[in-house]
């Protein structure tokens, strides 16, 4: 196999499972169990974090983008895209970002990525709502992230541990 | 996974207390006053309909104005033959008549002939209302004109008395309230707080399980000045009398729209407000205006003597001295807000 | 892309460190947005069963004032941030104006000659509705 079509394979896996997790998720939405606009797990946050930790920082962002565009079309939803995409975007950058600090875990990066998820969710829908009011969401928003936060950098962790795919890994 | 469990949970605590169901609120216009019912209910409109339309029905044949209403009908028909009247209409009139022999008239359903002297009484014409302080010997002669109560046979109701008047005016719109929890509970809703004019009815809690909270109004005060905050039980009605509520200024005095019908002259009991919390939204309503007539010792003793309707009920009573007495089942989320303009508060107990 | 942070598999100091800058972002949030009195106001205007206009008390920077459309005895309608009135009525009765200023979530201003009501909601409500 060739450097580019493993690449593409390992891309085109990883947005497929991403899209799954992401759907699974939307079958279950947590916001059922607690009132709260936009309250998601972020499992498919997992995807980023592990394509980001064991590939390259352009696959992950690809990614995220396929996976932001094939959920909105897959779910029918192409509104909710400005939201999932705002929110995946600046996730995505805050996580890049502390994961070039050190010292931190893949708990700290996938709580702030939540948090950064979550608030860049509340501005697009500040921005498409025109209306300031949906900031009050943000608060709860962010508590609830440190929790969603804490569970998928556990499940992070465990992922990028038992799974070392990457550039050098053994394929 | 097993930690995700206890996590949710305590998410679940963190974020619990953002309900986020916005109540539907309807607003309309109906028996002269203004009425508002707030369902919650994640899709009330047809119930809302239908419960404005009960009321628009009531309206109908309870109205004194309108021309063809079974109440216009048995006022013309006074001193004759007795008139076919709706089901509800009669069932009211008995309700009416009850409150009135047991209030020994001070609820009187007939005062209207005395009322209408007052300018307070076809209330469609208020804005247009020539208000007056009648001569004593008209008076003399309206006041036995409000003595004998419509009498009710099956579907069949007539006034003794030519030039007798039955206003229903003091009942109905408590009444209405029976109809429109009927109505939204036909149509599922299990949660809303119904305004009919002043009369406040409970259906059911507010979707939280706590009680509706209702404002008490300052009889002295301003638009937003309230004697008190209280919980309104489940399927309970509150409704006030004050002779704040509406009233005219004649060579300096000042004269309210509650008569007395022993006098036929605006009550004189040293009440400023009565609010009766009943459990019969009808009789809250009635009860409100005779204990206002009656007067505080008066409400206090049949309360307390534990016979009869009234102890059945939970009142406060304001005093124009500015004592606010509150019988004990209210106490259990009472909040006294009248401190600062002067008011004092007592539970009363039996 | 290899970083020290994938390798790790127990929470560090700094890891808490951004929990708790997300819990000081969330504090603050909170308290920008601390429910005052009058905060998320909304008056609706009523007239003669018809919803006429909604006014959003609690997002007005500077105060608004409207002729309701359509009232029977012309009526001002004076709104600012948090509160509500009617400036002026040519109805007889005057009650409404005499009402003055309503700021509290559940009060009314009615103009029963004008069949209109001004209802205060949203906030938060102390009170579902006012008696007497």
Same mark, same amino acid.
Request: charged fraction near 15%.
């Given at each position: 196999?060739?450097?580019?079509?493993?690449?593409?394979?390992?891309?085109?896996?990883?947005?497929?499972?991403?899209?799954?997790?992401?759907?699974?998720?939307?079958?279950?939405?947590?916001?059922?169990?607690?009132?709260?606009?936009?309250?998601?797990?972020?499992?498919?946050?997992?995807?980023?974090?592990?394509?980001?930790?064991?590939?390259?920082?352009?696959?992950?962002?690809?990614?995220?983008?396929?996976?932001?565009?094939?959920?909105?079309?897959?779910?029918?939803?192409?509104?909710?895209?400005?939201?999932?995409?705002?929110?995946?975007?600046?996730?995505?950058?805050?996580?890049?970002?502390?994961?070039?600090?050190?010292?931190?875990?893949?708990?700290?990066?996938?709580?702030?990525?939540?948090?950064?998820?979550?608030?860049?969710?509340?501005?697009?829908?500040?921005?498409?709502?025109?209306?300031?009011?949906?900031?009050?969401?943000?608060?709860?928003?962010?508590?609830?992230?440190?929790?969603?936060?804490?569970?998928?950098?556990?499940?992070?962790?465990?992922?990028?541990?038992?799974?070392?795919?990457?550039?050098?890994?053994?394929? | 996974?097993?930690?995700?469990?206890?996590?949710?949970?305590?998410?679940?605590?963190?974020?619990?207390?953002?309900?986020?169901?916005?109540?539907?609120?309807?607003?309309?216009?109906?028996?002269?006053?203004?009425?508002?019912?707030?369902?919650?209910?994640?899709?009330?409109?047809?119930?809302?309909?239908?419960?404005?339309?009960?009321?628009?029905?009531?309206?109908?044949?309870?109205?004194?104005?309108?021309?063809?209403?079974?109440?216009?009908?048995?006022?013309?028909?006074?001193?004759?033959?007795?008139?076919?009247?709706?089901?509800?209409?009669?069932?009211?009139?008995?309700?009416?008549?009850?409150?009135?022999?047991?209030?020994?008239?001070?609820?009187?359903?007939?005062?209207?002939?005395?009322?209408?002297?007052?300018?307070?009484?076809?209330?469609?014409?208020?804005?247009?209302?020539?208000?007056?302080?009648?001569?004593?010997?008209?008076?003399?002669?309206?006041?036995?004109?409000?003595?004998?109560?419509?009498?009710?046979?099956?579907?069949?109701?007539?006034?003794?008395?030519?030039?007798?008047?039955?206003?229903?005016?003091?009942?109905?719109?408590? =009444?209405? %309230? &029976?109809?429109?929890?009927? $109505? !939204?509970?036909?149509? #599922?809703?299990?949660? @809303?707080?119904?305004?009919?004019?002043?009369?406040?009815?409970?259906?059911?809690?507010?979707?939280?399980?706590?009680?509706?909270?209702?404002?008490?109004?300052?009889?002295?005060?301003?638009?937003?000045?309230?004697?008190?905050?209280?919980?309104?039980?489940?399927?309970?009605?509150?409704?006030?009398?004050?002779?704040?509520?509406?009233?005219?200024?004649?060579?300096?005095?000042?004269?309210?729209?509650?008569?007395?019908?022993?006098?036929?002259?605006?009550?004189?009991?040293?009440?400023?407000?009565?609010?009766?919390?009943?459990?019969?939204? =009808?009789? %809250? &309503?009635?009860?409100?205006? $005779? !204990?206002?007539?009656? #007067?505080?010792?008066? @409400?206090?003793?049949?309360?307390?003597?534990?016979?009869?309707?009234?102890?059945?009920?939970?009142?406060?009573?304001?005093?124009?001295?500015?004592?606010?007495?509150?019988?004990?089942?209210?106490?259990?989320?009472?909040?006294?807000?009248?401190?600062?303009?002067?008011?004092?508060?007592?539970?009363?107990?039996? | 892309?290899?970083?020290?942070?994938?390798?790790?598999?127990?929470?560090?100091?700094?890891?808490?460190?951004?929990?708790?800058?997300?819990?000081?972002?969330?504090?603050?949030?909170?308290?920008?947005?601390?429910?005052?009195?009058?905060?998320?106001?909304?008056?609706?205007?009523?007239?003669?069963?018809?919803?006429?206009?909604?006014?959003?008390?609690?997002?007005?920077?500077?105060?608004?004032?409207?002729?309701?459309?359509?009232?029977?005895?012309?009526?001002?309608?004076?709104?600012?941030?948090?509160?509500?009135?009617?400036?002026?009525?040519?109805?007889?009765?005057?009650?409404?104006?005499?009402?003055?200023?309503?700021?509290?979530?559940?009060?009314?201003?009615?103009?029963?000659?004008?069949?209109?009501?001004?209802?205060?909601?949203?906030?938060?409500?102390?009170?579902?509705?006012?008696?007497?």
């Amino acid at each position: 196999m060739t450097h580019s079509v493993r690449r593409l394979t390992r891309c085109a896996v990883l947005t497929a499972l991403a899209l799954a997790i992401s759907v699974c998720e939307g079958l279950v939405p947590l916001s059922i169990l607690i009132p709260l606009p936009g309250l998601r797990l972020g499992l498919a946050n997992l995807v980023t974090v592990y394509a980001l930790c064991r590939l390259s920082a352009r696959e992950a962002f690809g990614i995220l983008m396929a996976r932001c565009l094939l959920g909105a079309i897959v779910g029918g939803n192409l509104s909710a895209l400005a939201f999932s995409l705002t929110g995946g975007i600046l996730a995505f950058a805050v996580m890049w970002l502390l994961l070039h600090v050190r010292g931190l875990s893949l708990f700290g990066v996938c709580i702030a990525g939540a948090a950064a998820h979550n608030t860049g969710q509340i501005l697009a829908a500040m921005g498409v709502l025109a209306s300031p009011a949906i900031a009050v969401y943000l608060a709860p928003l962010l508590l609830a992230s440190i929790l969603t936060g804490a569970v998928t950098g556990a499940a992070s962790i465990l992922l990028v541990q038992r799974v070392p795919w990457g550039d050098s890994g053994r394929t | 996974m097993k930690r995700i469990v206890p996590l949710l949970c305590a998410a679940a605590l963190l974020t619990g207390c953002a309900s986020s169901q916005e109540p539907v609120i309807q607003s309309f216009f109906a028996m002269d006053t203004t009425m508002s019912i707030t369902a919650y209910d994640d899709n009330p409109t047809e119930a809302l309909v239908a419960a404005q339309q009960e009321v628009n029905r009531l309206d109908a044949l309870w109205s004194r104005t309108r021309p063809d209403s079974d109440v216009t009908r048995l006022n013309a028909a006074a001193g004759g033959s007795a008139v076919e009247v709706d089901p509800d209409t009669a069932a009211l009139l008995e309700k009416a008549n009850a409150a009135a022999v047991e209030s020994g008239m001070s609820f009187d359903p007939v005062l209207a002939p005395v009322m209408d002297a007052w300018g307070f009484g076809a209330t469609e014409s208020e804005t247009t209302a020539v208000h007056r302080v009648p001569e004593q010997a008209e008076l003399d002669a309206l006041l036995p004109l409000t003595r004998d109560l419509p009498v009710v046979e099956g579907d069949t109701a007539v006034l003794p008395v030519a030039g007798q008047a039955v206003d229903l005016g003091a009942i109905a719109k408590g =009444a209405a %309230a &029976d109809y429109v929890v009927e $109505a !939204l509970t036909e149509h #599922g809703v299990e949660s @809303a707080i119904i305004a009919l004019g002043g009369n406040i009815t409970a259906l059911g809690t507010k979707p939280d399980g706590s009680p509706f909270r209702v404002y008490v109004r300052d009889p002295q005060g301003g638009g937003e000045d309230y004697l008190c905050l209280m919980s309104l039980p489940a399927g309970w009605t509150c409704s006030t009398s004050g002779g704040y509520e509406r009233y005219f200024e004649a060579d300096g005095q000042i004269y309210h729209h509650i008569i007395d019908p022993t006098t036929g002259y605006p009550a004189q009991s040293g009440l400023l407000s009565v609010t009766v919390v009943a459990q019969d939204p =009808a009789l %809250a &309503d009635a009860w409100s205006t $005779a !204990l206002y007539v009656l #007067g505080a010792d008066e @409400a206090l003793s049949r309360w307390e003597s534990g016979e009869g309707t009234v102890a059945e009920m939970d009142l406060i009573l304001v005093t124009e001295e500015g004592r606010v007495y509150v019988t004990e089942g209210l106490e259990e989320g009472l909040e006294t807000l009248g401190e600062g303009a002067g008011y004092t508060y007592e539970i009363v107990r039996r | 892309m290899r970083s020290s942070a994938a390798d790790r598999t127990r929470p560090t100091l700094l890891d808490g460190l951004v929990v708790l800058v997300v819990l000081v972002a969330a504090g603050a949030i909170l308290f920008a947005f601390r429910p005052k009195a009058g905060n998320f106001l909304t008056a609706r205007i009523v007239l003669d069963n018809e919803l006429v206009a909604e006014i959003p008390l609690s997002d007005l920077d500077e105060p608004v004032t409207m002729e309701v459309p359509g009232a029977k005895y012309p009526i001002t309608v004076e709104a600012e941030r948090g509160r509500v009135r009617v400036a002026h009525s040519d109805c007889p009765s005057q009650d409404c104006v005499h009402t003055g200023w309503v700021s509290r979530s559940g009060g009314q201003i009615v103009c029963l000659p004008n069949r209109l009501v001004i209802t205060v909601t949203g906030g938060t409500a102390e009170a579902d509705a006012v008696t007497g």
